[in-house]
């Protein structure tokens, strides 16, 4: 993953945010919206972008494009910062390689101990019915 090629294939743009800011909020477009073509990319290898579609699968567009916004602050130039840390948390999460669970066997004992408190808690039931008369 190069940064500074990722850095140079983000498009940008600023749209009015809604929230706080008073007068403000009807006159300057605050609000950033980042877009990522994933397919596009020459910062990733194509090993990553396969990796990427399987792990942020459930952010990506269907033509493989990330969206992220960011409307925090008023400061369109603290927003753009703000979304672009964002980003950058996304890619290197969905970089990252889960371990493979490695299956493991119950020990002995507590498979016997399990068992035993199976027959404990059977017996007591079994005592609370009434005795078979016959």
């Known amino acids: 993953m ?3 090629v990722l850095l140079n294939e983000l498009q940008f743009k600023a749209v009015k945010s809604s929230g ?4 403000n909020v009807n006159k300057v477009a605050s609000k950033v919206e980042l877009t990522f073509d994933l397919e596009a990319s020459l910062g990733l290898s194509e090993d990553e972008k396969e990796l990427l579609k399987q792990t942020i699968s459930n952010r990506l567009t269907k033509d493989n ?3 992220l916004q ?10 753009k910062t703000l979304v672009i840390e964002r980003f950058f948390e996304v890619i290197e999460n969905g970089l990252v390689v ?3 669970r490695k299956a493991t066997k119950i020990p002995r004992a ?3 101990k399990r068992l035993k408190k199976k ?3 059977s017996e007591k039931k079994a005592n609370r019915r009434p005795p078979n008369i016959e």
Request: one cysteine or more.
């Open 119 to 121: 027959r404990v808690r």
């Open 98 to 100: 889960p371990k493979k």
């Open 65 to 67: 494009l990330l969206l």
């Open 2 to 4: 190069n940064r500074e």
């Open 20 to 23: 706080a800011g008073g007068q």
């Open 70 to 79: 960011c409307e925090e602050s008023r400061s369109q130039h603290k927003n």
């Open 110 to 112: 507590v498979v016997k």
